[in-house]
Every structure is written in C-alpha cells, then in structure tokens.
C-alpha cells in the first residue's frame, strides 16, 4: 500500500543512490588507508635507519676525538672519513624520508577530499530517510482513515457480511448473490386490457392480470 506514493517511490529511490555512493566511496577509501598505512609503516623504518646513522655517526666522532687524544693521526682520519659516508648516508635517507612525506600529503589530500564526499552522501541519506519516514507515516495516516470509511453491515436474508462506504447513499441489505437472486424472483406478465407490461414477483399470492391504471379505471 505505501509502495504505490510517488512521493515514497521518489525517496526510496535518494536513499539508495546515496547509498550506492557511501559503498562507491568506501572502495576508494580502503586501498587509500591501505597505502597510507604502508608509507607510515616505510617512515617508521626510515626512522630507524636515521637513528641508527646518527648514532654510527657520533660514535665515529667519538673515535676521532679519542685517536686524536692519543695523537694516533691516520686513525682519526679514518674515523673522520666514516663519520663522513655515514653523514651522506643520512642525508640521502632524510631524502628518501621526504620522499615518503609527499607521497602521504599526496594521499590526505585524496582521503579528506573522499571522507568529506562520505559526510556528504551520508546526510544526504539522512535526510531522505528523515522525510521517507514523514511520508510513511502520512501515507500510513491517509490509509487508515480511508480504511475507516468503509464500514460492514449484514445481508439480512443469509446474514453475510457486506462491506460499504459511508458516502453512498443507501446502506445495502442484501448481499451481491441474494440480490441476484432476489431479483430473479420478478417477472413480467401483460395487462389483460391494454397489454402493458405489468412487474410481478413470484413470491406474491396473487399475481395480477390488470394493471394498476386499467384497475383505476375500473
Ligand atoms: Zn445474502
Ligand atoms: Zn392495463
């Protein structure tokens, strides 16, 4: 019964559109928190190679000072030469670790733009299924009213139900099969003096032969 509003049709229809675009959304926005996780997960690790250089760097700082202390010159050198390649080592990783950077600005800008189209989609829903309900329950309303319109009375020869609207004119007494019946019960026959057709019914008695302005003129 509320199938059949336009109105609830239209609404329907908003609400599953919407939906279809929070699962099309949704399906852009897994891989993209999948690789956003994996470039976090490849900065942690840059992080820890940085660590580590760092820290092989200022070991190698404290070689050279400790040679140079004990005036072991080609040591120092050696050490001072270490700390150097661990130095480009590190500035090539900070590199890499930028790198990383922009891959995930890259990627928030994607995922911001896709979350906010979901926000979109989502009260979108909302407020279809906000005015579906109000429609609902107006065209449930409607229903019920129009249901208490018709009411039910008795067929007073086999006493089944009859159904009728309050707006006609005369509530029935009989029902559709003994009116038929009823009515096959009336015949006609032609008036003796001047042939006009005359209704009878055969329950009656007396069946007349003359009609009532012929039984007039009488
Ligand atoms: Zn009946
Ligand atoms: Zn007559």
Redesign the pocket.
């Known amino acids: 019964m509320a199938g059949k509003d336009s109105e609830l049709e239209r609404l329907r229809y908003e609400m599953d559109a919407a939906q279809r675009e929070i699962d099309n959304i949704k399906s852009r926005l897994d891989p993209l928190s999948y690789r956003r996780d994996s470039i976090k997960s490849q900065i942690d690790s840059s992080n820890y190679r940085i660590a580590d250089l760092k820290h092989s760097v200022d070991n190698e700082y404290q070689a050279v000072r400790i040679c140079q202390q004990a005036h072991n010159k080609l040591d120092a050198d050696n050490h001072r030469y270490r700390a150097n390649s661990f130095k480009e080592a590190l500035q090539r990783e900070y590199d890499i670790k930028k790198g990383y950077y922009d891959q995930l600005n890259n990627i928030k800008y994607d995922f911001d733009s896709a979350v906010s189209a979901l926000r979109d989609a989502k009260a979108r829903k909302q407020r279809a299924r906000d005015a579906f309900n109000a429609r609902l329950a107006i065209v449930k309303a409607e229903n019920e009213r129009r249901k208490a319109e018709w009411k039910e009375t008795h067929?007073?020869?086999?006493?089944?139900a009859i159904r009728y609207h309050v707006d006609w004119k005369r509530v029935p007494d009989?029902?559709p099969?003994?009116?038929e019946k009823e009515k096959a019960k009336w015949r006609e026959t032609n008036c003796k003096k001047c042939g006009k057709p005359i209704r009878y019914n055969i329950e009656w008695t007396h069946i007349p032969t003359i009609c009532s302005t012929c039984k007039g003129k009488h």
């Open positions: 067929c007073r020869v086999c006493g089944k009989l029902c099969e003994c009116k």
